[in-house]
């Protein structure tokens, strides 16, 4: 019987894939049906829909993973400034993330990003959280082959140019994500027990719960230090939009509080089986891509202007 039901899933799948590759019938009715595993994983979301197609033919697809030997040390590259601090908004269990909607309201003005390698102004919009089943997994992106516990994106758009997040997710420059790495360990981190408590009332896709206030400063880690690259989303439609800031230094979390978002489920209280962790998608090719960084290893792989060239250099001949 569970052989039928998987086999007549399968059909009913390809089908529809069929139908909407010819239709163009938009990303609405792909929200629902795409995953990270089996026939609506990652290796399909390229073929669901005509919008996702970067998912299977982009060259600029993230996460990819960061070799340190890649690394070009770039001295031009100037801190990252956040205008704000506190947010509000609404926590969300996507199914496929745990996600906060972030709120404009009048008691707190938007938080902005600007300066590192970006030129316009970012306003953060959203925060998404990845993690995997167990600690050493969970991470998108990964560092010299390793990756870590999970990864917070905090996803700005383009507030210079654009009027809110959907004009500016397909477009160059649209969207600016700084992620931060979580990392285990025997601190507990106050801002996200915050979140690891509000995940507990949304254990099940479609639930929602309001987010009264967040330091997104002391959230983050230090964020002197960083890696960038040109890169796109890491769900679909893969839009390669996204100028990505990664820092330095993980976000430390205890193993309970990342066992609190183990237990969100990727269904309705009816499938309670399908748990959300491992909603990661697989490291994707750099593709002679540029990974810079303001973190001087003095080894040689640097972006440093030379000199070539000095005044009254010639030799003064005495007589």
Known sequence: ??????????????????????TGDGSSLWSVWWNYDGISGPMMWGSMTNEWYMCSKG?????????????LFDPTLKHIEIQGDMITGTVVNNGVDLSIEVNDTEDF????????????????ARIKFHFGSWDGVGSEHSVNGEFFDGEVHIEAFNSDV?????????????????????????RSDENFEILANLSKLVP?????????ELSLVSFLPNKDNYITYEGSFTQPGCYETVTWIILNRP???SHSQLETLRNLRQR????????MADNIRPIMPLNRRTLRTNINFKRGCTMQEERYYQLNTRKRVEK
């Not at 019987?1 to 010819?22: F, V």
């Not at 099940?204 to 009264?212: D, E, N, P, T, W």
């Not at 309705?268 to 748990?275: E, K, M, R």
């Open 204 to 212: 099940y896709k479609g639930q929602r719960v309001r987010l009264k």
């Open 162 to 186: 654009f009027a809110n997040f959907s004009h500016a997710q397909k477009a160059p420059r649209g969207v600016a994500i700084i992620a931060a790495f979580l990392q285990v360990g025997k």
């Open 59 to 71: 060259k600029n697809q993230s996460p990819i993973d960061i070799d340190p030997n890649m690394l």
């Open 268 to 275: 309705d209280v009816n499938h309670p089986q399908s748990f």
């Open 1 to 22: 019987m569970d052989c039928n039901i998987k086999y007549n899933s399968y059909i009913t799948l390809t089908l529809l894939l069929l139908i909407h590759s010819h």
């Open 109 to 124: 003005l938007p938080v902005n990003i600007t300066l590192g390698p970006l030129s316009y102004k970012y306003t953060v």
């Open 251 to 253: 976000i430390a979390v």
